[in-house]
């Protein structure tokens, strides 16, 4: 069974660091791309950028382009959402996907970790 | 890159058919047969629900289909059900090698 396990629930003060991950299990976790998605409360989905695992080979939207680091760490089927200074509008829930290449979508996905900054 | 654009919100009784439309551009939508819709329940991750414009993934009802006309694609549920309830999104592969999402749709079953 295919499965994307996000680490839990973040509360941290604006200026912090932060990384989420993203373990992926039950398939060849090199054969397909992982991608990030931001959800504003209450707001739509946005694509953040993907990866590909095996090579570390990144996208990212022009909108998060220098706000966030996306990396990977194929020997252990992870993949990693971070930043270096958080800010309150960081406040979200960050989904990882899985990132079908062939038709380019997004055909399994994590549960979800929200992150909260405040002071 | 600019959000696809969906309606904000469309309703139907349950046994009816609706649509939901997804508006892009030649660089997004119409450039590309890779549009993909998705499901969110409340306080639920994203389903795929259709791929590649039409196609449906193993498990996912018959009663979800999906077609593309120029820059503008479409996500219709047939013989609505209480459960269908939920918001939808578009997505797109874009020139630029990105993705972007539509705004998304609340679909109401009334």
């Known amino acids: 069974e295919v499965q994307l396990v996000q680490s839990g629930v973040e509360v941290k003060k604006p200026g912090e660091s932060l990384r989420i991950s993203c373990k992926g299990s039950?398939?060849?976790?090199?054969?397909?791309?992982i991608t990030w998605v931001r959800q504003m409360p209450g707001k739509g989905l946005e694509w953040m950028g993907r990866?590909?695992?095996?090579?570390?080979?990144?996208n990212y939207s022009p909108s998060f382009q220098g706000h966030v680091t996306i990396s990977a760490d194929k020997s252990i089927s992870a993949a990693y959402l971070q930043w270096s200074s958080l800010k309150a509008s960081d406040t979200a829930m960050y989904y990882c996907?899985?990132?079908?290449?062939?038709?380019?979508?997004?055909?399994?996905w994590g549960q979800g970790t929200l992150v909260t900054v405040s002071s | 890159q600019s959000a696809l654009t969906q309606p904000a919100s469309v309703s139907g009784s349950p046994g009816q058919s609706i649509t939901i439309s997804c508006t892009g551009t030649?660089?997004?939508?119409?450039?590309?047969?890779?549009v993909s819709w998705y499901q969110q329940h409340p306080g639920k991750a994203p389903k795929l629900m259709i791929y590649?414009?039409?196609d449906r993934p193993s498990g996912v009802s018959h009663r979800f289909s999906g077609s593309k006309s120029g820059n503008t694609a479409s996500l219709t549920i047939s013989g609505l059900q209480a459960e269908d309830e939920a918001d939808y999104y578009c997505s797109s592969y874009t020139s630029s090698t990105t993705w972007v999402f539509g705004g998304g749709t609340k679909l109401t079953v009334l």
């Open positions: 590649d414009v039409s």
């Open positions: 990866i590909d695992p095996r090579d570390s080979y990144i």
């Open positions: 030649s660089s997004d939508v119409g450039g590309y047969n890779y």
């Open positions: 039950g398939y060849s976790f090199t054969s397909y791309w």
């Open positions: 996907a899985r990132h079908f290449t062939a038709s380019s979508s997004f055909d399994y």
